[in-house]
């Protein structure tokens, strides 16, 4: 998990980076707007990669440590849903995310505590939307609870387990993202 943060906040000073060396119009107002989209356009993709690689990587994990022997099938039934689940989640935070950072115009100072509460609730979302759908598949997979209190209550878990787990992730991408984003867009 360590490594995927740092592999994804370096990414994403990258590819920042590299969006503000790419820019050279000379219309203030043309650079703003480009600026915006290019932050929207990196942030959005950002996310959508993450989540795609947090998706092929959870449903492994989740299907590589099961006791039980599963069929190809079975893997698929988890490792699909979930993954895609991943990717719609992500590359709708990572586009609410610029949305809201560009909106609100965070100071250099500031940015970071901006970034954090920002990143805590994207990603918050995140997990509360994929966590369910891989523990219930998973766990139908594994040893037929698909229905009833048992189903629920991992629906449940799920969303509580997503949320915590995204929030705690958020904070250090929100930190970082929010003063790049600040310093890229010159607030």
């Known amino acids: 998990m360590k490594l995927l943060r740092t592999v994804f906040s370096l990414t994403l000073c990258v590819a920042l980076v590299g969006a503000a060396a ?39 994990s989740f299907v590589s440590y099961s006791p039980y022997t599963l069929s190809l099938a079975d893997m698929l039934y988890v490792a699909v849903p979930s993954t ?15 949305n809201r950072i560009l909106s609100f115009k965070p100071s250099l ?6 970034g954090a509460g920002l990143g805590a609730a994207a990603c918050a979302f995140v997990g509360a939307v994929s966590f369910p759908v891989l523990g219930t598949l998973g766990t139908s997979a594994r040893i037929g609870v698909s229905s009833g209190v048992e189903g629920l209550a991992m629906v449940g878990m799920g969303i509580l387990a997503g949320a915590l787990w995204g929030a705690v992730t ?18």
């Open 22 to 60: 790419s820019g050279s119009n000379t219309d203030v107002n043309m650079v703003d707007a480009d600026r915006e989209d290019r932050v929207r356009t990196i942030l959005t993709l950002i996310g959508a990669a993450a989540g795609l690689g947090s998706g092929i990587y959870g449903s492994i």
């Open 84 to 98: 895609v689940a991943f990717t719609v989640a992500s590359t709708l935070a990572g586009r609410w995310l610029a």
């Open 109 to 114: 100072l500031l940015s970071p505590l901006v």
């Open 170 to 187: 958020g904070v250090p991408v929100g930190a970082v993202t929010a003063p790049l984003v600040s310093l890229y867009m010159g607030f």
